[in-house]
């Protein structure tokens, strides 16, 4: 008797049909063929790109991306989780200037993701901070910004910069929906600080649902970092593919503004499904048990 | 006890403070000064990797904003920028209103899994959007134009608008629905007269989320808009990019003036809605 | 002429069951108030009589009208929620005219029948507020306005008293009684509160476990509860039920209730027990202002220790100790006696109750 709730689906299902389906669809058919922007003829002549890109002229490149990706994602993330429990728990409760606090340490939410990539690259704040080191210590020393480990931690917090505050935030709306009682309870049976953590806080935080649905986002969002190793191109391989700091999504755009290939579209479809699906195979996996957010 | 434990907080909050603060700072600073020395980061010194190239000296002025209005056409990009998202956003409330409701209100099959897919838009590789769109735009002449934009950004900002709006919508006591239902209104009526006007303070939240989210995208831009609808984001970069690529002076002073310019109206917003804060970051999953 | 008619209704949430196999039958122009414990279906029936929810079994008509998949808003009832549910967003005047706005009803009609309905509850200077600057009781009178405004076939009630202080309670149970009266309009009331269902209603269907226990007038509750639970659940302090055996001692057939408690079965109650075994476990009820303390020589009492003593202001309620249970008594304010004296309970002959201790059944 009752439709409406499949009507009122309709126009957003188009749009995403437009936005999500059309184009994946789209490249599919682009991976499967030999495309040129000169002659823009779509003709399907098989896997030949995927053979490319997993096995033979891209294959160094490509795989360079995922290990870059696979880095970023999971130190990314590993520091975002950490710093924003820890912020979180720092957040909680009643004290003075908290609301200053927790205005200063939500602003990287609404930071663009450009500019904290120029920030965090050569040469802005990393001249004061080498300044510093070598005039005001006296000892005539700078970080060497190009060492890997250097470049790929500044990488990874620039990221938890951004991020860690959604942790943070996501961290105390968990603390704040534990009930009153239980840490009363804990208190008046002479629980110390450190049991009440490891009995009732910890345990809320870690099983929440919401915080692996959040932690799913970011992973996808990672997945796809593109402005902060962006930046880092300019300094380290701007024209080599395969540099360090080429994650899929700066391979990509390597491949496109290259000019050494001619706009090699149907390559850089071929990448985009492939590492496409590898995030989708986690998502969904993921999404299963997370998504159990949104059901009633 | 409390002491100690209170220290500890206080040290760890400080010390966050100043390193979400750093950065910023040291970009609005340098936005106010300009480097006596080519190739200068605006600190008056420079080093390339660990290697000390020499010092210039600063000079206090204002004249970065000066040129970002006068000479870059910053008015310009805002407005282009706020165009965009406003557009966007406005597509993206007038088709996923209707979906939030039907999320938020009915009981049927399948929403789940429609759930799971809409969040599944967020794995799709923007160059796997960028590429058929990077195609059909330039057959269609929508390469740099508001209306491409505006339609490329709705993979962006339906999922916000779905998943936000059905968490206001369920926020509305189930009686207050029940009670209209009885009392005759049919299912539009209830939407129209009842579910819309409460969620008014939700909408509105939701837009000034989707358009930072919009305001603050970066690659799209950078690949789909030129010289007529290049976007705010785009521009803080482009001064770096393409004065690095056309071997120009690089002139990190301005850059650090666009940057700023940049984060003020997005910083502004997200303190505005704080209260809504948690529900927009995590797709309306918390409250 | 309405009457609304359930016959073997069924409702689960998943796997549990909410309302199982239920009959009920309310009368044209009858005030029906479903009692019951929290959870036990009750709320169930209501919303599947409104039609928020529908059965998985069974029909469930108007007349001779079936009603199962009719949506709400054609079914014509209204509905007052524990917490009222106004639109937050419209004054008390928009909220009682919805009803009849969303029916396009004209609107010099409309302006008309506002205007009755709050001069009616007294509600006509709130018109202009909105929810939030009322106070409870005044949200609850604008909620009655936007159920009766457009004078629906059958109320719906959902415990609309709950949230009122207790003073406020009383005044608006005999209110409510008031208007349901001079509206003629069958109402269906649903509370866990007994004193409310038994000062109001006409009749009372007792629902537990998603099952009709007993339908009757309040009296007919009061004095001969169908079942055990609902005699321990009607009344100020609930019936008393105490455990004993049956026994036979020449002829004679008694109840063994503790060791100083052997009661003779009175003559109303005798037939009753025909079929029963020596040895049967039953339960006695006895109302607590059916017990008198008294001397030995009555033919009905029990010896028992005090326990405790309450004080309720128009009434002291004693607590006696007999073997494992404990038997209250209620008798006039300011009754003196101490704890641990012994005293001889006397009961009632006619107006005690037995039941089976094991169903529960009354016998």
Redesign the interface.
């Known amino acids: 008797m009752n439709r409406l709730q499949y009507l009122l689906l309709i126009p957003a299902v188009t749009v995403a049909l437009v936005v999500g389906a059309y184009p994946i669809l789209f490249s599919i058919i682009l991976s499967l063929s030999e495309f040129s922007i000169t002659t823009p003829e779509i003709q399907v002549v098989g896997v030949q790109n995927y053979i490319s890109v997993l096995f033979g002229e891209l294959a160094p490149v490509f795989w360079n991306s995922a290990g870059v990706t696979l880095l970023i994602v999971v130190g990314a993330v590993a520091v975002e989780l950490v710093v924003g429990i820890i912020l979180g728990l720092a957040l909680f409760g009643n004290f003075r200037a908290r609301s200053l606090f927790y205005s200063i340490l939500v602003v990287p939410l609404a930071v663009a993701p450009i500019v904290l990539g120029i920030l965090s690259s050569p040469n802005v704040i990393w001249d004061d901070i080498n300044t510093l080191l070598f005039y005001g210590t006296g000892l005539g020393i700078s970080i060497d910004l190009f060492q890997p480990a250097a470049f790929y931690s500044v990488i990874i917090l620039a990221d938890a910069w951004l991020w860690a505050p959604l942790i943070m935030l996501v961290t105390l709306a968990i603390l704040q929906g534990i009930p009153k009682e239980h840490f009363e309870a804990a208190e008046i049976h002479g629980a110390s600080s450190w049991m009440t953590f490891r009995s009732v806080i910890f345990p809320s935080i870690i099983k929440s649902p919401v915080l692996g649905f959040v932690l799913t986002l970011r992973v996808i969002d990672a997945f796809k970092s593109f402005e902060i190793p962006f930046a880092w191109t300019f300094w380290l391989g701007q024209n080599d593919l395969g540099s360090p700091v080429d994650t899929f999504s700066v391979l990509m755009w390597k491949l496109l503004t290259s000019s050494v290939y001619d706009f090699p579209l149907a390559a850089i479809a071929t990448i985009a499904l492939i590492s496409t699906a590898i995030i989708l195979v986690f998502a969904v996996f993921a999404l299963r048990y997370t998504a159990r957010v949104y059901s009633d | ?1 409390a002491k100690r ?2 220290r500890l ?1 206080y040290l ?2 400080i010390f ?2 100043w ?6 700072a ?2 609005v600073q ?1 936005s106010f000064e300009i480097d006596l020395g080519p190739l200068y ?3 008056g ?8 190239q020499g010092t210039g000296g600063l000079m206090p002025t204002a004249i970065n904003y000066l040129q970002a209005f006068r000479i870059e056409a910053w008015p310009r990009l805002v407005f282009n920028s706020s165009i965009i998202a406003l557009s966007s956003v406005s ?2 409330l ?3 209103i ?2 939030a ?3 938020a ?4 099959r399948g929403k ?1 899994i ?16 960028l ?6 735009y330039g ?1 269609l002449g929508l390469f740099d134009t508001f209306q491409g934009m505006a ?2 950004y ?2 962006l900002n ?1 999922p916000i608008v ?2 936000m709006m ?1 968490g206001f919508f369920k926020d509305i ?1 189930k ?2 629905y ?12 209830i939407m129209r ?2 579910a819309l ?2 969620v008014i303070p939700g909408m509105v939240a939701v837009v000034l989320f989707a358009f ?1 989210a919009t ?5 799209y831009a ?2 789909l808009t030129g010289a007529r609808s290049k976007t705010v ?1 785009r521009g ?2 482009s001064g ?2 393409e004065s ?1 690529q056309g071997f120009k002076i690089l002139d ?1 002073d301005e ?2 003036t666009a ?1 700023t310019l ?2 003020i109206p ?2 502004v ?3 505005l809605v ?1 209260k809504y ?2 529900r927009g ?7 | 002429m309405v009457q609304v008619r359930l016959t073997g209704v069924s409702k689960k949430y998943g796997d549990v069951p909410a309302v199982e196999k239920l009959d009920l039958l309310v009368r044209d122009r009858e005030f029906l108030t479903i009692l019951g414990p929290s959870g036990g279906g009750k709320s169930t029936t209501l919303r599947l009589i409104a039609g928020l929810e529908t059965p998985d079994e069974g029909d469930i008509h108007i007349d001779d009208l079936r009603i199962n998949e009719l949506p709400p808003r054609d079914r014509n009832m209204t509905m007052v929620f524990q917490n009222y549910a106004l639109f937050p967003h419209m004054t008390a005047e928009a909220n009682i005219a919805f009803p009849l706005v969303v029916k396009h009803t004209p609107k010099e009609e409309v302006e008309k029948r506002v205007k009755e309905v709050s001069s009616l509850l007294k509600i006509s200077h709130l018109l202009k507020r909105k929810p939030k600057e009322m106070s409870g009781g005044e949200q609850q009178r604008v909620a009655l306005g936007r159920a009766i405004v457009k004078k629906p076939n059958v109320f719906l009630m959902d415990e609309p008293l709950s949230n009122l202080d207790a003073a406020l309670r009383t005044e608006m149970r005999m209110e409510l009684k008031r208007l349901q009266k001079q509206l003629q309009t069958t109402l269906i009331y649903v509370t866990h509160d007994q004193t409310e269902a038994l000062s109001m209603a006409d009749r009372i269907a007792v629902i537990k476990d998603g099952k009709l226990l007993q339908i009757g007038s309040p009296e007919e509750i009061y004095n001969q509860p169908a079942d055990a639970w609902i005699a321990s659940f009607i009344g100020n302090p609930p019936m008393n039920l105490i455990s004993c055996t049956l026994a036979r001692n020449n002829d004679r057939t008694t109840l063994h209730a503790a060791e100083d408690c052997v009661l003779e079965i009175p003559k109303s109650l005798i037939s009753k027990l025909t079929d029963l075994e020596i040895g049967a476990k039953l339960k006695l009820g006895v109302r607590p202002e059916d017990i008198e303390i008294g001397s030995k020589g009555a033919t009905l009492f029990c010896e028992a220790e005090i326990y405790l003593l309450e004080s309720t202001g128009d009434s002291t309620v004693i607590d006696f100790k007999m073997g494992d249970s404990i038997v209250k008594l209620k008798t006039k304010a300011g009754y003196k006696a101490k704890i641990g004296e012994r005293a001889q309970l006397v009961f009632t002959g006619s107006k005690m109750l037995l039941f089976d201790a094991e169903t529960g059944r009354a016998l």
């Open positions: 006890m434990k209170n907080r760890v909050l966050a403070s390193w979400v603060i750093y950065p910023i040291t970009s340098e980061s605006g600190r010194v420079s080093f390339v990797g660990q290697f000390f597509i993206a007038i088709v996923g209707p979906a409701y039907s999320f209100m009915y009981k049927y789940t429609l759930t799971i897919g809409l969040l599944a838009l967020r794995t799709i590789s923007p160059f796997a959007v590429v058929p769109f990077f195609i059909v057959q339609i490329i709705l993979v339906l779905i998943l059905r006591p009686e207050i029940e009670a209209a239902f009885l009392s005759g209104a049919s299912d539009m009526t007269r009842i006007p409460l930072v305001w603050n995208e970066y690659l950078l690949i984001s803080v970069w770096f990019g690095i990190f850059l650090n940057g940049a984060l997005a910083i917003i997200v303190l704080r804060l948690v970051v995590t797709l309306g999953a918390a409250k």
